[in-house]
């Protein structure tokens, strides 16, 4: 259990280095997009290459190339979806959920916390952590698509034009959107 052989150590050490180098490889190759967290769905697919290259360094039944084709695949499926839900919306649709307005004008909104599974304390948190003490500074509160609260001052919402295809902010003018 402490130690099995001296050539599975050299194994990893061997394939290890070259597992690495072709991460850094398929990741330079694939953009940036590939480890971004723009949404769940890139969540997963980083998930997969960390996944991935750890069954190519432990798993002696997995060869070099196979963890080789195995990440690259990966970063080429990512690149494909990326780049079809770039170019046709109705993709993006399946692919991203759409950002959700949780609370407005000093306000939560209870339809769309439960929807999204999100409590008030959590949103709290958010504006805390957003350096607001008071509910009321904020205009807004919106999930992301990758799940993070993004919050909005009071005092930086504008024409709320970043609010554009938010659910929930599709309301009327900036005077007209609390619920």
Known sequence: MWFDSWADLGRI???GA???VTVVVVLRTSGKRTLAKLNAYDLVVTVALGSTLATIL???????ADGAVALALLAGLQMLV????????????????????????????PEALREQRTTLDEVRQAV????????????????ETDGT???????????WSALERVAGAERGAAGDRAA
């Open 82 to 109: 990326a780049w079809v839900s770039v170019h046709w919306g109705g993709v993006r649709s399946v692919v991203t959920a759409r950002p959700t307005l949780l609370f407005s004008e000093g306000r939560p909104l």
């Open 149 to 159: 609260l993004s919050v909005i001052p009071r005092s930086k919402i504008g024409d």
């Open 13 to 15: 050490l061997a394939v």
């Open 18 to 20: 070259a597992a690495y």
């Open 128 to 143: 805390r952590a957003a350096g607001s003490g008071d509910l009321a500074d904020d205009a807004g509160v919106v999930l």
């Open 58 to 64: 432990l798993s002696s039944d997995v060869s070099w």
